[in-house]
């Protein structure tokens, strides 16, 4: 800590040494957190744009005063020569090196899929961390109330709203089924099965919806799937939402997703916040607070349908408190 120079006139009096003692004795009684630099390692998936991307956006948000950051690959990933306070992981092949190892450090993972985070911290030792804070995640989707306000917002006449769903969507029902019911709307639900036929559910779905949300999947299932979506949505004129900025330049009317950008401001803001405390534990796994809005103005015109402007969606969510 740097010295305190005062006039030497007043450096034995009484009042400076009152002062002294309770500077000390506040610096004392501070939690180490308020004043103490953090080091902190991010295990990069990959050596490509994204992953750098997210990196830098990080280094960008995090005050340098308070962190001190450094990467590595996760295929040059060990834990035996980790020096940090927290390790942030960035996509899933480094979360599975991390998690696979001994850990002794608290672990944040981001870039990441839900259902992939859940899988990979299933083990006991894992969901013990987990329930102690030294474990948690920011998934990589959108959660689905945001996806449908997304699709109120776009279409407001909507009563009848279609969801597709893979053949990993199957635990997401209940969150479906509660967010369709919070919206008034009747739901439409296309549950798909391994070699499935995608024409037989998707026709009836798109015959009777408003809208079609399609929720993502395995990349095999995504693209089996896209095209034909696409196609009847056009034809039966109505809004089709996806889940990613390559779904809206392949013709969907809108979507909501993530960004490297975008995640790096939720993970800085936990990352501040766990600095911040004393018990140093992180929050729950959590779905990202930021995202990213693209619409497809050829594609709306194309089915009738006038769009709001980008800044006017996301002021409806703001409104909405779904920020």
Known sequence: MDCLLVPSSRRGSPYLRSWFRAL????????????????????LSQDS???????????????LER?????????????????A???VTVGAQATREVLHGPLSW????VLIPRRTFNSLSSQPALLSRRERGLLSAIYLEQPVARQLRLAQLISPSIKRMGVVLGPNSDDQLPAIASALDAMGWQQR???????ENPIRLLEPLSESSDAILVLPDKAEFNRSISKWLLLLCYRRNIPLIGFSS????????????????SIAKDAAAWLEHWYSQQAKRLPAPAYPLFFEIRTNLQAAQSIGL???????????????GRL
């Open 306 to 320: 006038s769009l709001p402007s980008v800044a006017e969606i996301e002021a409806g969510m703001s409104r909405d």
């Open 24 to 43: 000390l004795l506040l610096l004392v009684l501070l939690p180490a957190s308020s004043w103490a630099r953090q080091s902190l390692l991010l295990v």
């Open 246 to 261: 390559r779904y809206v330049d392949a013709g969907a009317t809108a979507a909501v997703f993530s960004t490297p950008v």
């Open 189 to 195: 639900l296309a549950q798909f099965r391994y070699n």
């Open 67 to 83: 962190w001190q950051l450094s990467s590595v690959l996760a295929d040059q990933y060990s834990p035996t020569a980790v020096q």
């Open 106 to 109: 608290p672990v944040l993972s």
């Open 85 to 87: 306070d927290l390790i």
């Open 49 to 63: 744009p994204p992953y750098h991307e997210l990196s830098s956006a990080l280094l960008e948000r995090l005050p």
